[in-house]
């Protein structure tokens, strides 16, 4: 059996030397500014060709404030596309004046050398498995480096990541590993890659075309596959930007949608190549059911700030999100109007220092906001539940919000969703259930900052809110 494993965060080799903990420093540094992360929520289909600028010079080379690097994981149980996608991605980027660079699988390439799980005794196992995410790490930071160094936007897919060898071992051997390692999966899972791609094995809804005759190492049968298909998913669950591509459509437009994924993330209007499909979908839940109710889940500590904004039409944030005082720190900008759409979200991750920094520009008109957020995977459709915690403005009390990005409808949609929460109704775009308007500590009748959605069926004329107060984008939380 094929065993699918990946690497930790720069900074978990850091047990290896003293000196180079000190070149990972450095390195985080020269990352940061470059770690500039855009997602667009589309209310309308964008202009073809509108795509943003990407100031190449004739060279294809970008400036270096606005150059990106950005890194994803393809991930899924066997047979899932993930040789085609990292294919079709590389096309794609490349035709956009992108550098590529497409990170080999390290348990393939050692696995190939004659490693024969059944022959290893139970330690050896264990020992294999830890060099191997070493090894991992070693092969990404390497990419990483020359990411950083190139002087073009640069594409960095990982064939798998650390965190999937959680999904082939067991959970104690996985947290000794950890411990005895240094590692924590905020940085393992968070901190090193920008975006999780889960591409669902054609075992699970595909099952005609499920294959192993085009992989030397693969030998799963049918139910086998389906089980290391959730055991991956499973792994990367609590990622903030972990996106299932399932087999709800053909192979092609599998693909697309993959592709899709990224470019928003990364606010590229596709314009019509690639046929927009997920939508945000919000939900008002009530009466919490105990944890064992839940399938396996990820619980994160997360806290909201707002800053003060340079404008009426812009929004400014920081999220601190962590487990067990383990955090990442990211900025958001939101933007109307931006290169013909709207609703545009600048993100950026930002270091402690500089989120300690920002935190001086907190807007006093705003409640700090405070939440749980549990993140589960179920009928192969990723979920994130808000709950919100005291101190807060009373009106967020016992407040909990569930949210997913789904492009089914009716009665495919109601069928994919938790059966053991009370989903009282969905509140997309409702303006009362935006996070913004919900941090408020103004009185909603009486304050001028009162953010409407221009998506829940209501008019702008029949809000009290002055037009230059008016938010045409609705609220997400991240």
């Not at 400036?63 to 993930?82: A, F, Q």
């Amino acid at each position: 059996m094929a065993t699918l494993l990946s690497n930790g965060q720069q900074s978990l080799m850091a047990s290896a030397s003293n000196g180079q903990e000190q070149q990972q420093q450095q390195q985080q540094q020269q990352d940061e500014p470059e770690q500039q992360h855009v997602e667009i929520r589309k209310s309308s289909s964008p202009k073809p060709g509108a795509m943003p600028s990407l100031k190449l010079n004739r060279m294809g080379s970008v400036s270096p404030k606005d150059k990106r690097v950005y890194k994803i994981v393809l991930t899924g149980g066997p047979c899932g596309g993930k040789t085609t996608g990292q294919s079709r991605l590389c096309t794609f980027f490349e035709n956009l004046g992108w550098k590529v660079f497409r990170v080999p699988e390290t348990a393939t390439v050692l696995l190939s050398g004659g490693v024969k799980f059944s022959d290893l005794t139970e330690k050896e196992a264990y020992k294999f498995q830890e060099n191997l995410i070493r090894t991992m790490v070693q092969i990404e930071n390497t990419y990483f480096e020359l990411g950083n160094s190139s002087t073009r936007n640069c594409l960095i897919i990982c064939d798998r990541g650390v965190m999937d060898a959680s999904a082939y071992i067991s959970k104690d051997k996985w947290e000794k590993m950890m411990a005895g390692n240094n590692w924590n999966p905020v940085e393992m899972r968070d901190n090193r890659y920008n975006q999780i791609l889960h591409l669902v094995s054609a075992a699970n809804g595909a099952e005609d075309f499920y294959s192993t005759e085009d992989h030397a190492c693969r030998s799963e049968g049918v139910d086998l596959a389906r089980e290391l298909d959730y055991k991956s998913a499973a792994a990367w669950v609590g990622h903030p930007y972990f996106d299932v591509i399932d087999n709800s459509t053909n192979f092609e437009t599998k693909m697309n949608r993959m592709i899709e994924s990224v470019c928003q993330k990364l606010g590229i209007d596709i314009g019509d190549r690639l046929q927009a499909t997920s939508r945000k979908l919000k939900y008002l839940v009530a009466l919490l059911p105990p944890d064992s109710e839940f399938p396996p889940f990820q619980d994160f500590d997360v806290v909201h700030h707002y800053l003060q904004s340079a404008g009426p039409k812009v929004q400014a944030r920081l999220r601190k999100r962590g487990q067990k005082n383990h955090w990442s720190y990211i900025h958001t900008q939101r933007r109307p109007n931006v290169h013909g759409q709207a609703r545009i979200e600048v993100k950026t991750q930002l270091t402690h220092r500089d989120y300690m920094n920002l935190l001086a520009q907190r807007d006093d008109a705003h409640f700090t906001i405070y939440k749980k957020r549990r993140c589960f995977l179920i009928n192969n459709q990723y979920f994130q539940l808000d709950i919100y915690k005291e101190p807060g403005h009373p009106r967020c009390k016992g407040l909990v919000l569930l949210e997913t990005y789904s492009s089914l409808t009716g009665d495919a949609l109601k069928n994919c969703m938790p059966k053991f929460l009370n989903i009282v109704k969905e509140v997309t775009g409702d303006p009362d259930y935006s996070m913004f308007n919900l941090s408020l500590k103004e009185d909603w009748s009486t304050t001028k900052k009162f953010c409407r959605s221009a998506t829940h069926g209501k008019q702008e004329e029949q809000s009290p809110v002055p037009a230059k107060q008016y938010h045409p984008y609705d609220e997400n939380s991240d």
